[in-house]
Protein backbone atom coordinates (compact mmCIF):
# COMPACT_ATOMS: atom_id res chain seq x y z
CA UNK A 1 0.00 0.00 0.00
CA UNK A 2 0.90 3.60 -0.58
CA UNK A 3 2.69 5.84 2.37
CA UNK A 4 -0.42 7.40 4.62
CA UNK A 5 0.16 10.91 6.22
CA UNK A 6 -2.12 10.85 8.74
CA UNK A 7 -2.70 7.15 10.29
CA UNK A 8 -5.41 6.94 12.85
CA UNK A 9 -6.95 4.67 15.40
CA UNK A 10 -10.22 3.28 14.06
CA UNK A 11 -13.03 3.56 16.36
CA UNK A 12 -14.74 0.13 14.52
CA UNK A 13 -14.59 -3.11 14.79
CA UNK A 14 -14.94 -4.36 11.01
CA UNK A 15 -13.73 -1.20 9.31
CA UNK A 16 -10.46 0.72 9.32
CA UNK A 17 -10.18 4.10 8.01
CA UNK A 18 -6.84 6.25 6.71
CA UNK A 19 -6.73 9.50 5.31
CA UNK A 20 -3.80 11.21 2.89
CA UNK A 21 -4.46 14.66 2.02
CA UNK A 22 -8.68 15.17 1.03
CA UNK A 23 -8.69 11.57 0.38
CA UNK A 24 -10.45 8.68 2.90
CA UNK A 25 -10.18 5.33 2.64
CA UNK A 26 -12.36 2.88 4.34
CA UNK A 27 -10.91 -0.56 4.87
CA UNK A 28 -13.58 -3.86 5.45
CA UNK A 29 -11.40 -4.92 8.11
CA UNK A 30 -11.99 -8.74 8.96
CA UNK A 31 -9.46 -10.73 6.81
CA UNK A 32 -9.96 -13.57 9.46
CA UNK A 33 -13.16 -13.82 8.33
CA UNK A 34 -12.44 -13.00 4.50
CA UNK A 35 -14.51 -9.76 5.05
CA UNK A 36 -17.65 -11.14 5.11
CA UNK A 37 -20.64 -8.88 6.45
CA UNK A 38 -22.19 -9.74 10.22
CA UNK A 39 -24.40 -7.41 11.79
CA UNK A 40 -21.39 -4.94 13.11
CA UNK A 41 -20.56 -4.31 9.54
CA UNK A 42 -24.08 -3.51 8.69
CA UNK A 43 -24.08 -0.98 12.01
CA UNK A 44 -20.60 0.46 11.64
CA UNK A 45 -20.92 1.31 7.31
CA UNK A 46 -23.43 3.87 7.54
CA UNK A 47 -21.85 5.30 10.42
CA UNK A 48 -18.12 5.14 9.01
CA UNK A 49 -19.80 6.61 5.75
CA UNK A 50 -22.21 9.19 7.75
CA UNK A 51 -18.66 10.82 9.33
CA UNK A 52 -16.70 11.04 6.20
CA UNK A 53 -19.57 12.66 4.58
CA UNK A 54 -19.27 15.28 7.30
CA UNK A 55 -15.75 15.86 7.34
CA UNK A 56 -15.40 18.71 5.78
CA UNK A 57 -11.18 18.19 4.73
CA UNK A 58 -12.41 14.99 2.76
CA UNK A 59 -13.55 15.15 -0.55
CA UNK A 60 -13.71 11.62 -1.78
CA UNK A 61 -13.48 8.25 -0.27
CA UNK A 62 -12.13 5.06 -1.38
CA UNK A 63 -13.61 1.72 -0.15
CA UNK A 64 -10.99 -1.35 -0.18
CA UNK A 65 -10.68 -4.07 1.96
CA UNK A 66 -7.75 -5.75 4.15
CA UNK A 67 -6.61 -9.30 3.49
CA UNK A 68 -6.72 -11.59 0.41
CA UNK A 69 -10.40 -10.87 -0.66
CA UNK A 70 -12.62 -7.61 -0.77
CA UNK A 71 -15.59 -9.59 0.45
CA UNK A 72 -17.25 -12.96 0.47
CA UNK A 73 -20.51 -10.92 1.00
CA UNK A 74 -23.17 -11.72 3.81
CA UNK A 75 -21.76 -13.67 7.17
CA UNK A 76 -24.63 -16.55 7.15
CA UNK A 77 -24.83 -15.86 10.72
CA UNK A 78 -26.37 -12.54 10.13
CA UNK A 79 -28.83 -14.32 7.56
CA UNK A 80 -30.11 -16.41 10.74
CA UNK A 81 -30.85 -13.09 12.85
CA UNK A 82 -33.30 -11.67 9.88
CA UNK A 83 -36.71 -11.89 10.30
CA UNK A 84 -36.27 -13.50 14.29
CA UNK A 85 -38.50 -11.70 16.32
CA UNK A 86 -38.25 -14.06 19.53
CA UNK A 87 -40.98 -15.63 20.98
CA UNK A 88 -44.04 -14.98 20.66
CA UNK A 89 -47.25 -15.40 23.36
CA UNK A 90 -47.48 -18.99 22.37
CA UNK A 91 -43.56 -19.07 22.95
CA UNK A 92 -43.25 -19.36 19.27
CA UNK A 93 -43.24 -16.56 16.36
CA UNK A 94 -46.06 -16.19 14.33
CA UNK A 95 -45.64 -16.33 10.55
CA UNK A 96 -46.63 -12.45 10.55
CA UNK A 97 -44.28 -11.73 13.00
CA UNK A 98 -41.21 -13.07 10.81
CA UNK A 99 -42.84 -11.22 7.96
CA UNK A 100 -42.99 -7.75 9.54
CA UNK A 101 -39.22 -8.91 11.25
CA UNK A 102 -37.76 -10.02 8.27
CA UNK A 103 -39.38 -6.30 5.92
CA UNK A 104 -37.63 -4.48 8.79
CA UNK A 105 -34.78 -5.89 8.98
CA UNK A 106 -34.29 -6.05 5.12
CA UNK A 107 -34.85 -2.53 5.07
CA UNK A 108 -32.34 -1.86 7.18
CA UNK A 109 -29.74 -3.85 6.02
CA UNK A 110 -30.53 -1.85 2.38
CA UNK A 111 -30.38 1.31 4.40
CA UNK A 112 -26.81 0.23 5.66
CA UNK A 113 -25.51 -0.58 1.65
CA UNK A 114 -26.77 2.73 0.70
CA UNK A 115 -24.88 4.88 2.77
CA UNK A 116 -22.27 5.08 0.05
CA UNK A 117 -24.63 6.03 -2.28
CA UNK A 118 -26.09 8.78 0.23
CA UNK A 119 -22.81 9.86 1.17
CA UNK A 120 -22.85 13.47 -0.59
CA UNK A 121 -18.96 12.82 -1.24
CA UNK A 122 -18.00 10.24 -4.48
CA UNK A 123 -17.38 6.88 -3.81
CA UNK A 124 -15.10 4.38 -5.36
CA UNK A 125 -14.47 0.55 -4.66
CA UNK A 126 -11.59 -1.20 -4.98
CA UNK A 127 -11.59 -4.73 -5.53
CA UNK A 128 -9.41 -7.87 -5.19
CA UNK A 129 -9.97 -11.11 -4.42
CA UNK A 130 -13.46 -12.27 -4.03
CA UNK A 131 -16.47 -9.87 -4.71
CA UNK A 132 -19.51 -12.28 -3.91
CA UNK A 133 -23.35 -11.36 -2.90
CA UNK A 134 -23.30 -8.64 -0.05
CA UNK A 135 -20.41 -7.21 -1.60
CA UNK A 136 -21.79 -6.80 -5.38
CA UNK A 137 -24.74 -4.96 -3.09
CA UNK A 138 -21.64 -2.60 -1.77
CA UNK A 139 -19.84 -2.22 -4.91
CA UNK A 140 -22.79 -0.80 -6.87
CA UNK A 141 -23.83 1.61 -3.97
CA UNK A 142 -20.63 3.40 -4.71
CA UNK A 143 -20.16 5.59 -7.44
CA UNK A 144 -16.99 4.27 -9.67
CA UNK A 145 -15.45 0.96 -9.36
CA UNK A 146 -11.65 -0.94 -10.13
CA UNK A 147 -10.16 -3.98 -9.19
CA UNK A 148 -7.32 -5.89 -9.25
CA UNK A 149 -6.57 -8.85 -11.84
CA UNK A 150 -7.35 -11.56 -9.50
CA UNK A 151 -11.16 -10.40 -8.37
CA UNK A 152 -13.63 -12.50 -8.48
CA UNK A 153 -17.35 -11.08 -8.92
CA UNK A 154 -20.66 -13.16 -8.30
CA UNK A 155 -24.36 -12.20 -7.94
CA UNK A 156 -24.54 -15.48 -5.67
CA UNK A 157 -27.90 -15.42 -4.14
CA UNK A 158 -29.82 -17.51 -6.25
CA UNK A 159 -27.37 -20.47 -5.33
CA UNK A 160 -28.32 -19.60 -1.97
CA UNK A 161 -32.01 -19.77 -2.52
CA UNK A 162 -32.48 -16.28 -2.01
CA UNK A 163 -33.74 -13.01 -4.06
CA UNK A 164 -30.96 -10.81 -3.74
CA UNK A 165 -32.45 -7.71 -1.50
CA UNK A 166 -30.08 -5.01 -0.19
CA UNK A 167 -28.88 -2.95 -3.42
CA UNK A 168 -27.84 -5.15 -6.09
CA UNK A 169 -31.22 -6.14 -8.10
CA UNK A 170 -32.33 -2.30 -8.04
CA UNK A 171 -28.24 -0.64 -8.84
CA UNK A 172 -26.78 -3.19 -11.14
CA UNK A 173 -29.57 -2.13 -14.16
CA UNK A 174 -28.01 1.53 -13.71
CA UNK A 175 -24.46 0.08 -14.53
CA UNK A 176 -24.78 -2.66 -17.12
CA UNK A 177 -27.45 -4.03 -19.51
CA UNK A 178 -30.23 -5.83 -18.33
CA UNK A 179 -29.28 -9.17 -20.34
CA UNK A 180 -26.15 -9.01 -18.81
CA UNK A 181 -27.52 -8.34 -15.36
CA UNK A 182 -30.05 -11.24 -15.60
CA UNK A 183 -27.11 -13.40 -16.74
CA UNK A 184 -25.57 -12.92 -13.97
CA UNK A 185 -28.58 -13.10 -11.51
CA UNK A 186 -29.97 -16.06 -13.10
CA UNK A 187 -27.06 -18.33 -13.35
CA UNK A 188 -24.93 -17.04 -10.11
CA UNK A 189 -22.06 -17.76 -11.91
CA UNK A 190 -18.52 -16.39 -11.15
CA UNK A 191 -16.93 -13.95 -13.58
CA UNK A 192 -13.12 -12.31 -13.32
CA UNK A 193 -12.00 -9.02 -13.97
CA UNK A 194 -11.28 -9.37 -17.62
CA UNK A 195 -14.76 -9.97 -18.28
CA UNK A 196 -16.31 -7.40 -15.47
CA UNK A 197 -14.50 -5.07 -17.54
CA UNK A 198 -15.74 -5.70 -20.92
CA UNK A 199 -19.13 -5.71 -19.44
CA UNK A 200 -18.82 -2.41 -17.63
CA UNK A 201 -19.18 -3.36 -13.85
CA UNK A 202 -15.80 -1.89 -13.78
CA UNK A 203 -14.13 0.88 -14.90
CA UNK A 204 -10.26 -0.12 -14.55
CA UNK A 205 -8.05 -2.97 -14.09
CA UNK A 206 -4.86 -3.10 -12.15
CA UNK A 207 -2.15 -5.59 -11.70
CA UNK A 208 -2.89 -6.65 -7.91
CA UNK A 209 -4.51 -5.08 -4.84
CA UNK A 210 -1.98 -2.60 -3.72
CA UNK A 211 -2.19 -1.47 -7.41
CA UNK A 212 -5.97 -1.18 -7.57
CA UNK A 213 -5.94 0.59 -4.00
CA UNK A 214 -3.37 3.21 -5.28
CA UNK A 215 -5.08 3.65 -8.62
CA UNK A 216 -8.60 4.90 -6.95
CA UNK A 217 -6.63 6.92 -4.62
CA UNK A 218 -5.57 9.26 -7.60
CA UNK A 219 -9.01 9.05 -9.32
CA UNK A 220 -10.38 9.99 -5.75
CA UNK A 221 -7.61 12.63 -5.43
CA UNK A 222 -8.18 13.87 -9.01
CA UNK A 223 -11.89 13.98 -8.01
CA UNK A 224 -10.15 16.16 -4.82
CA UNK A 225 -8.75 18.68 -6.93
CA UNK A 226 -12.03 19.99 -8.15
CA UNK A 227 -14.35 22.42 -6.36
CA UNK A 228 -16.13 20.45 -4.09
CA UNK A 229 -19.46 22.20 -4.26
CA UNK A 230 -19.63 21.54 -7.84
CA UNK A 231 -18.61 18.07 -7.61
CA UNK A 232 -21.08 17.48 -4.27
CA UNK A 233 -23.93 19.36 -6.63
CA UNK A 234 -22.74 17.25 -9.43
CA UNK A 235 -23.34 13.45 -7.17
CA UNK A 236 -26.66 15.02 -6.26
CA UNK A 237 -27.95 15.69 -9.35
CA UNK A 238 -26.78 11.78 -10.77
CA UNK A 239 -28.30 10.67 -7.97
CA UNK A 240 -31.62 12.18 -8.10
CA UNK A 241 -32.11 10.87 -11.56
CA UNK A 242 -32.39 7.03 -10.53
CA UNK A 243 -33.27 7.60 -7.43
CA UNK A 244 -36.85 7.07 -7.36
CA UNK A 245 -36.27 3.75 -9.44
CA UNK A 246 -33.76 2.53 -6.92
CA UNK A 247 -36.26 3.04 -3.86
CA UNK A 248 -39.20 1.70 -5.16
CA UNK A 249 -36.89 -1.47 -6.45
CA UNK A 250 -35.69 -1.89 -2.91
CA UNK A 251 -39.10 -1.33 -0.86
CA UNK A 252 -40.39 -3.76 -3.49
CA UNK A 253 -37.77 -6.92 -3.18
CA UNK A 254 -38.15 -6.15 1.32
CA UNK A 255 -41.85 -7.02 0.34
CA UNK A 256 -41.08 -10.05 -1.53
CA UNK A 257 -38.30 -11.29 0.98
CA UNK A 258 -40.53 -10.75 3.96
CA UNK A 259 -42.32 -13.52 2.75
CA UNK A 260 -40.44 -15.32 1.36
CA UNK A 261 -37.35 -15.66 2.61
CA UNK A 262 -38.10 -18.61 5.07
CA UNK A 263 -38.48 -20.92 2.53
CA UNK A 264 -37.16 -24.66 2.25
CA UNK A 265 -34.95 -24.10 -0.12
CA UNK A 266 -33.05 -21.68 1.60
CA UNK A 267 -32.52 -23.84 4.71
CA UNK A 268 -31.62 -26.78 2.69
CA UNK A 269 -29.12 -23.74 0.40
CA UNK A 270 -27.63 -23.42 4.40
CA UNK A 271 -27.09 -26.61 5.47
CA UNK A 272 -25.92 -28.06 1.95
CA UNK A 273 -23.43 -25.18 2.11
CA UNK A 274 -22.08 -26.40 5.94
CA UNK A 275 -22.19 -30.22 4.81
CA UNK A 276 -20.21 -29.09 1.28
CA UNK A 277 -22.44 -30.78 -0.75
CA UNK A 278 -25.10 -29.75 -4.16
CA UNK A 279 -28.03 -27.85 -2.68
CA UNK A 280 -31.00 -30.46 -3.77
CA UNK A 281 -34.07 -27.53 -4.39
CA UNK A 282 -37.48 -28.31 -4.12
CA UNK A 283 -38.85 -25.07 -5.20
CA UNK A 284 -40.46 -24.47 -2.00
Not at 142 to 150: G, L, P, Y
Request: net charge negative.
Amino acid sequence: MTDITEPEKSPYTVLSVEREGHVATLFLDRPEKRNAMGMPFFAELPEAMAELGRDRDIRAIVVAAKGPHFSVGLDLSALADVGNPGSGSNGAPSAAEIGRRTHADVLRLQAAISSAADCPKPVIAAVHGYCIGGAVDLITSCDIRVCAADAIFSVRETKMAIVADIGSLARLPLVLSMGQVAELVYTGRDIDAERAAQIGLVNHVFDDADAAVAGARAIAAEIAANSPVAVEGSKAVLSQVHRAQVDAAQRYVAAWNAGQLRSHDLTEAVTAFFERRPPEFKGR
